[in-house]
Nanobody
Framework: QVQLVESGGGSVQAGGSLRLSCAAS????????MGWFRQAPGKEREAVAAIHTDGGDITYYTDSVKGRFTISQDNAKNTVYLQMNSLKPEDTAMYYC???????????????WGQGTQVTVSS
């Protein structure tokens, strides 16, 4: 069965770090993009970062995470990572892995979603 499985969420104090992982299994859909979205209570879902999985260096970051978050991939493991440093309380949200066609930081280009992993940053 095609699925995306996230891990690595949790609770951390402001200034701390977390690394999210997203493992794709059974995903033979013609995707070339994986990314991360987040949704905080009462707010709209927003794209956080994305990577062109065939393009190596082509990445996208929303302005609020530039310089703090890094998206990377391990093609051998069909896994995408989101390294989150210098976390802020406003980063608190449910984080969702997404896969689809580039530019999958637009949700219309997403063909598959993960179940989500919670990130909580306390001040």
């Amino acid at each position: 069965q095609v699925q995306l499985v996230e891990s690595g969420g949790g609770s951390v104090q402001a200034g701390g770090s977390l690394r999210l992982s997203c493992a794709a299994s059974g995903y033979t859909y013609s995707s070339n993009c994986m990314g991360w979205f987040r949704q905080a209570p009462g707010k709209e879902r927003e794209a956080v970062a994305a990577i062109h999985t065939d393009g190596g260096d082509i990445t996208y970051y929303t302005d609020s995470v530039k310089g703090r978050f890094t998206i990377s991939q391990d093609n051998a493991k069909n896994t995408v990572y989101l390294q989150m440093n210098s976390l802020k309380p406003e980063d608190t949200a449910m984080y969702y892995c997404a896969a689809g066609r580039f530019p999958c930081y637009f949700s219309d280009y997403v063909g598959l979603w993960g179940q989500g992993t919670q990130v909580t940053v306390s001040s």
